[in-house]
């Protein structure tokens, strides 16, 4: 299973906004991007200037490729499946990432960050239909329901996630089981899609 392993703060000061994958050390003081609000290395400070066109539509897809965990490859696989199905290709691939397993397990607040829900899908702590799934890219259809498997429900970090974690749930997503499962009730529509990324820009990008 192919990931990014580095360190995930100089991605967001790369980006130059707050990706949110640290959890709640993005929401503290301790953010790296609150002391140092620019790029990291030797000439982070020097890149403040206007880009090209390029450019722009280059971080856009940097951004939500890593926002939600993807690799290059993998990115541009699902980029080419969204352009072929109907509709606006930048929603479906935006509705093909918010589908990914790691993601629902993310946004049911059973992990404070979607490394740490893809984590517990790798560890199979998550069913889907009664079944346990391993893999982080699986994605699931209207009408599946996610749970956690009975000995994650009782794990003390997935109590203190469901617990501490204020984070609303999308509307395409239906709670269960006092927390402990969630229902797909429809596929996600852009105005549900909280990610601050202008997936046209990504559109553009590769339709080059």
């Keep these: ?7 995930v703060c100089r991605l967001c000061r790369r980006e130059k906004v707050k990706l949110f994958l640290k959890g709640p050390k993005c929401e503290s003081a301790q953010c ?14 020097d890149r403040t200037r206007q ?3 390029y450019l722009a ?7 939500a490729r890593r926002i939600y965990g993807v690799l290059e490859k993998q ?26 397993l790691d993601n629902v397990v ?8 979607r490394s740490q829900a893809r984590q517990f899908v790798s560890h199979g702590l998550v069913r889907v239909n009664g079944h346990r799934v391993t893999i982080a890219s699986f994605r699931v259809r209207v009408g599946d329901l996610v749970a956690l498997s009975e000995s994650a429900a009782e794990l003390i970090t997935v109590r203190q996630n469901l617990d501490l974690i ?3 749930i ?4 239906e709670v269960e089981e006092g927390g402990n499962a969630i229902r797909v009730r429809a596929l996600p529509e852009r105005e549900q899609i909280d990610t601050q990324v202008r997936e046209q820009l990504i559109v553009e990008l590769y339709s080059k």
């Design 170 to 173: 999308p509307g395409w997503l």
């Design 51 to 53: 880009g090209s066109e």
């Design 32 to 45: 790296p991007i609150e002391r140092r609000p620019y790029p990291p290395g030797e000439h982070g400070r």
């Design 106 to 113: 993310f946004r049911a607040r059973w992990g404070t960050s």
């Design 57 to 63: 539509q280059l971080r856009e897809k940097q951004k």
């Design 1 to 7: 299973m192919a990931r990014y392993v580095g360190p």
């Design 75 to 100: 990115f541009r696989s699902l980029y080419e499946e969204a352009s072929h199905r109907p509709g606006v290709t930048g929603e479906n691939l935006l509705r093909m990432l918010e589908t990914r």
């Design 166 to 168: 204020d984070r609303p």
